[in-house]
């Protein structure tokens, strides 16, 4: 699935840097960077899927505690790269919701949540 989504992502501009990479006790699903004629935009990426929305929708699974980790992931990233304070930073979240992974249809909400929440 996250094949798909990176390859979803690509035709719309964001080049993968990395995927499931794990750091400071997390994980963040892909990694990408934008360009955007101004300056590079690091995205992280959290993919998230579900067969059927009945039990309500795969947004509703990143909750305060999830962005946190992923925030926490990706400054530690950041600082390991020697781009902290050197690149924009962008936190997407895409979500696959349907039983035929290689058909359901991809949402994509970028900027969907930064780091200052909390």
Known sequence: ???RVAEFLA???????????????AEIDLIGQLED?????????????RADDLRGHALETIGPEKRRRIIRAATAYLVANDLWERVAV???????????IDHAPIEWLPAAFDATER
Not at 11 to 25: D, E, F, P, Q
Request: aromatic content about 4%; proline content about 2%; cysteine-free.
């Open 11 to 25: 035709a719309r501009g964001v080049r993968l840097l990395a995927s499931n990479v794990t750091i400071a006790g």
């Open 90 to 100: 962008r936190f997407d979240i895409v979500t696959v919701t349907g039983s035929d």
């Open 37 to 49: 004629g101004v300056e590079p935009t690091i995205v992280f990426v959290e993919v998230r899927s």
């Open 1 to 3: 699935m996250e094949v």
